[in-house]
C-alpha cells in the first residue's frame, strides 16, 4: 500500500480499501480461484482516490500484487530495489525470476487483462478511456472545491454596518473577523465580505472610494480596515 500511496499520487484510501485488503490478506496464499486475488487487487487499486492518475489501473494492480507478495502482506515497506524489480518485471526488462509465486507473471496479466477487456476491445484502449474519465472526474471535482471554498458560509451572522452615531467602526470590524474566521471565509474574499455588510452612508462611501483600496490592512493610504476606521471613527 505504500508504494501506492508515496509512488502513484494517492490521496486518500477508503473503508472499502480497508475491507478488500482483508480479503486479500486473507486469501493471497489460500484462494482456490484465482479470480478472487485479482478482484481483490483491481479492487483496492480502484478504491483509492488519487490526485493524478499517472500510471494504468492495470500497471497499478500488477504492482499491488508483485509488492504484497514481497513483502509478506505489507509487513514491512517494500526498498527501493523491491520497488524497480517490479517495474521491470512489468515491462520486461530483465528475466523474471521464480519467485515461488501465488501466481505467476503470465497469469497474473493474463487475468488483469480479462478484468480490464470490454467486449473484447483490447484493454490498453480500455484504460485510456478509464484514463480519461478519470481525468475529467477530476478536473469536476477541482472545479466543486473551488466553488465550495470560494461559497461563503455563514455560521455566524455579521450584522450591517450604516456608520451611524451609535456604532464604533473598531467594534464593528472586531466583530466581522471573528464572524470572518469562525465561519471559515477565505482570506482573499474578506474586504468583498466586509464590503457586502456596509449600508446607506458608509456603502455611499465605499463605492467612491474602493478604488484607494488594493488590501484587507497594514497601510492607512490603501487598506480596507484602516480607511474605513478613519473615516467614520467619532472624534475624542
Known sequence: MYAILVHHTAEQYTGATVAT?????????????LD????????????????????PFLELSFYLHKLF??????????????IVTVHQIFHNTQPIP??????TNDQMKVLLDG????????????????????????????ALQAATTNHATKIVEVLPFYGNDKEDPNEWIDIFIQAYTT???????????????????????????????TQWEGDPANSFKERLIAYFAMPA
Open 21 to 33: 485488503f482483508k480479503i486479500l490478506t486473507e486469501e493471497f496464499y489460500t484462494a482456490t480461484e
Open 36 to 55: 478472487i486475488i485479482i478482484n481483490a487487487t483491481t479492487s483496492i487499486v480502484k478504491s483509492i482516490r488519487y490526485q493524478e492518475i499517472i500510471i
Open 69 to 82: 507478495e514481497l513483502t509478506n502482506g505489507f509487513q514491512s515497506l517494500p526498498t527501493a530495489e523491491q
Open 115 to 142: 478484468v480490464f477487456r470490454a467486449e473484447g476491445v483490447d484493454w490498453k484502449t480500455a484504460l485510456t478511456n478509464v484514463h480519461n474519465e478519470a481525468q475529467a472526474t477530476n478536473a469536476m471535482l477541482t
Open 183 to 213: 465561519n471559515g471565509w477565505a482570506d482573499a474574499r474578506r474586504g468583498a465580505l466586509a464590503a457586502g455588510h456596509l449600508k446607506k452612508a458608509v456603502y455611499d462611501w465605499y463605492q467612491n472610494d474602493k478604488i484607494n483600496i
Open 98 to 103: 521464480n519467485l515461488n509465486m501465488a501466481i
